[in-house]
């Protein structure tokens, strides 16, 4: 297969066009190059193996011709009957003539198909029958297939026209009858002519039958041939594509491979600028970092040094005043001149107390005991003032100490922790070691004619870390009350009470508890009346405290409590038991007042809890104080004198203050200042600061 180019005219020009072979040792045989890789390939072999064939029934024919002109070459031997007139033509002869009628054919069938068949030579006589074969089995004309079908019966194949030997015989006539005569025919020749019909008719009907078989042949490989060559074509027309698609494919792949590096390379380097960047933020971080350090340590160094300076010039100043003085080491022992002229107390102002870090909530509860016990004997209540203990702490520390200070410095905190392991080894009385320090305290509170704040460190040291022989007064809670934290007024005073009614001396804790005790006794009331029963109310439960619980609504926008309602309501609780002779509803616990003190103390409660965000809060509904009319409690009038107030969002945290009457006048005081103000400034105040109500002293007015 290949391009399309004339073809030999195998038939006529073959043999006579044919080059003599050369012979001779100088001459080589050409040899054919081997097919290239393909489709085609098995193809182009197998008409190469044929063709092959063909050139050696060519040589084969060469030498028959060359033998004839020698004169080499046998006559045929003739039978026995009588020959005809006209020389026989024999069988190779036939032979050779049919071949070259088909040879002919199946040039005419590859000009069809394209196919260019150029031979050398043409085949010998003996493979004529082969390649015949061959060839009909892979051609699809019609007259090729019938040809191919009958190659050895000579006289189906003659036709009309042709020369051959029945043609001959019918020209010629019939032999001659009788041995060596022309005219005669053998009796043989003569039986041949009476069935020659029926032979001839069996020759037809061969012939039909034969020529519907290669019909049916033709036609499958006419399908297959052009199953074959659709085949062929089509990967020809793919082999082609790939081909002509390679170059694109490659020059695609390039770009691609191209653009892949293009992003490596860019992410690599974005990373690389990301990662310097954060190196460097790094750096300025740290240097930042190391800039505020060194500006915070120079600060706190300054904060010290100035610390110091003033430290030394209150111990100095309080060094000249002991000398000039013979007062106990912790009485006064802070002299006010290094205050400056407007927190100088005037005459009859009630004294401040230093808060030596988070004591504001003990500083409370002594002022409000200081308007309690205003008049009395604190001798009687107390025990003779002695020299207060300082557990073994220098005179120059005992001032430092009692002056405090927020600023946590090492020797501050070594200080108190020697203060605090010397307390919890004192394995004195508890309570009439705070009593003492108590009994100091208000002592110095009351003096009128002292100047300055007073420092109640060493009274509270003493009642956080001693007690190792009390019995009372929640020991470890108390550890929270050292003014290190921020705790609730309320539990200091009542721990503070509990303490100090807990003193080995009965008649030393008499008066206080006359003072502050609060006997109230308490009953189950049906509502439905049935309290008449005594099978549906219970024993009179009698209770001693030291103050009075007052229970707060939440907080309703645009209204208030009037503190005369609150105390009647606290006195009236629900339970949950269900009465046991109505069975329609619960049993109430009713309270009432057994004996009432002359000094009563009221809480306000305002802690509460929001479920909602889980934390706590504060109840800030005001609390109406009845200064000029008093509170009426059972049949006792009280006055108030003095209302602990709380800023802040939550009780849990905060600043506590205190508002106290001394004689006719109301003051203010917030730790160590005091500041006279009007009555009417006395009063739950969000929005000034001054905080709400938590706490109340309630006098019992002197009929």
């Known amino acids: 297969m290949g391009s399309t180019k004339p073809l030999q005219d195998i038939s006529r020009s073959a043999r006579a066009n044919r080059v003599p072979k050369a012979t001779g040792a100088g001459v080589k045989k050409v040899q054919r190059k081997p097919f290239r890789a393909g489709p085609y390939k098995a193809i182009m072999e197998r008409v190469a193996a044929r063709w092959g064939l063909f050139e050696k029934a060519a040589d084969a024919l060469d030498a028959e011709k060359q033998a004839k002109e020698d004169g080499s070459l046998k006559p045929p031997k003739y039978s026995r009957f009588q020959p005809s007139t006209t020389p026989v033509e024999t069988k190779a002869a036939v032979t050779k003539r049919n071949y070259l009628k088909e040879l002919e054919k199946l040039q005419q069938q590859c000009v069809g198909r394209n196919i260019e068949l150029v031979l050398g030579a043409l085949p010998s006589l003996e493979n004529v029958q082969d390649t015949l074969t061959a060839a009909r089995q892979e051609s699809t004309d019609p007259r090729m297939v019938k040809a191919f079908s009958l190659p050895g019966k000579k006289r189906a194949l003659d036709a009309p026209g042709d020369d051959g030997p029945a043609t001959k015989r019918a020209k010629t006539g019939p032999p001659a009858m009788g041995r060596g005569n022309a005219g005669e025919k053998a009796p043989a020749a003569v039986h041949r002519e009476e069935k020659m019909p029926f032979k001839l008719n069996w020759i037809d009907a061969l012939r039909g039958s034969g020529h519907q078989k290669n019909l049916r042949m033709m036609s499958g490989a006419e399908g297959r041939v052009e199953s074959v060559a659709s085949s062929v074509g089509a990967l020809a027309k793919r082999a082609d594509g790939e081909r002509d698609s390679k170059p694109e494919l490659e020059a695609e792949r390039l770009v691609a491979k191209k653009l892949a590096e293009d992003q490596l390379a860019a992410k690599k380097k974005t990373d690389e600028e990301k990662k310097a960047a954060e190196l460097k933020a790094a750096e300025v971080k740290k240097a930042d970092e190391e800039k505020e350090a060194a500006e915070a340590k120079a600060k706190n160094e300054e904060a010290a040094r100035a610390e110091t300076v003033k430290q030394g010039a209150i111990l100095e100043e309080m060094g000249r005043s002991q000398k000039r003085s013979t007062k106990r080491p912790a009485e006064d022992a802070i002299d006010d001149s290094h205050e400056s002229k407007k927190a100088k107390r005037t005459n009859g102002e009630p004294r401040g107390l230093y808060n030596h870090n988070l004591a504001c909530f003990s500083n409370v509860v002594l002022q409000l005991l200081t308007a309690a016990l205003e008049g009395k004997d604190l001798t009687s209540l107390f025990g003779a003032l002695k020299d207060v203990e300082t557990f073994g702490v220098s005179t120059l520390h005992v001032n430092v100490l009692n002056v405090g200070t927020k600023t946590k410095s090492r020797?501050?905190?070594?200080?108190?922790?020697?203060?605090?392991?010397?307390?919890?080894?004192?394995?004195?009385?508890?309570?009439?070691?705070?009593?003492?320090?108590?009994?100091?305290?208000?002592?110095?509170?009351?003096?009128?004619?002292?100047?300055?704040?007073?420092?109640?460190?060493?009274?509270?040291?003493?009642?956080?870390?001693?007690?190792?022989?009390?019995?009372?007064?929640?020991?470890?809670?108390?550890?929270?009350?050292?003014?290190?934290?921020?705790?609730?007024?309320?539990?200091?005073?009542?721990?503070?009470?509990?303490?100090?009614?807990?003193?080995?001396?009965?008649?030393?804790?008499?008066?206080?508890?006359?003072?502050?005790?609060?006997?109230?006794?308490?009953?189950?009331?049906?509502?439905?009346?049935?309290?008449?029963?005594?099978?549906?109310?219970?024993?009179?439960?009698?209770?001693?405290?030291?103050?009075?619980?007052?229970?707060?609504?939440?907080?309703?926008?645009?209204?208030?409590?009037?503190?005369?309602?609150?105390?009647?309501?606290?006195?009236?609780?629900?339970?949950?038991?269900?009465?046991?002779?109505?069975?329609?509803?619960?049993?109430?616990?009713?309270?009432?007042?057994?004996?009432?003190?002359?000094?009563?103390?009221?809480?306000?409660?305002?802690?509460?809890?929001?479920?909602?965000?889980?934390?706590?809060?504060?109840?800030?509904?005001?609390?109406?104080?009845?200064?000029?009319?008093?509170?009426?409690?059972?049949?006792?009038?009280?006055?108030?004198?003095?209302?602990?107030?709380?800023?802040?969002?939550?009780?849990?945290?905060?600043?506590?203050?205190?508002?106290?009457?001394?004689?006719?006048?109301?003051?203010?005081?917030?730790?160590?200042?005091?500041?006279?103000?009007?009555?009417?400034?006395?009063?739950?105040?969000?929005?000034?600061?001054?905080?709400?109500?938590?706490?109340?002293?309630?006098?019992?007015?002197?009929?």
């Open 411 to 703: 020797e501050m905190g070594k200080m108190k922790a020697a203060l605090r392991a010397a307390i919890q080894r004192d394995v004195g009385d508890d309570a009439e070691r705070v009593r003492s320090h108590l009994h100091d305290v208000l002592h110095r509170l009351r003096d009128r004619n002292a100047s300055g704040a007073v420092a109640p460190f060493f009274l509270q040291m003493a009642f956080a870390y001693g007690g190792t022989g009390t019995t009372s007064g929640g020991l470890s809670m108390r550890q929270n009350m050292s003014g290190e934290s921020q705790e609730d007024s309320v539990e200091f005073f009542q721990m503070l009470m509990n303490v100090l009614c807990d003193a080995e001396d009965s008649t030393a804790t008499e008066g206080l508890r006359s003072l502050f005790e609060v006997i109230t006794t308490s009953t189950e009331v049906c509502p439905a009346g049935c309290v008449a029963d005594t099978a549906t109310t219970s024993t009179p439960e009698v209770s001693s405290t030291h103050e009075l619980y007052v229970p707060t609504t939440a907080p309703i926008n645009g209204t208030s409590h009037d503190l005369q309602t609150l105390l009647a309501d606290s006195m009236t609780s629900s339970t949950e038991q269900i009465c046991t002779k109505c069975k329609t509803g619960a049993v109430s616990k009713v309270r009432s007042f057994a004996t009432l003190p002359e000094q009563l103390v009221v809480e306000v409660r305002r802690g509460t809890f929001d479920e909602a965000k889980g934390e706590a809060g504060k109840i800030s509904t005001e609390v109406v104080l009845p200064f000029v009319e008093g509170v009426q409690i059972a049949e006792q009038q009280y006055d108030i004198v003095a209302v602990v107030m709380h800023c802040g969002e939550t009780v849990d945290g905060g600043h506590y203050t205190v508002f106290r009457k001394q004689g006719n006048e109301w003051y203010f005081l917030n730790d160590k200042t005091a500041t006279q103000v009007m009555p009417e400034t006395v009063k739950d105040d969000s929005e000034h600061g001054t905080g709400h109500s938590v706490m109340l002293l309630l006098k019992r007015r002197q009929s």
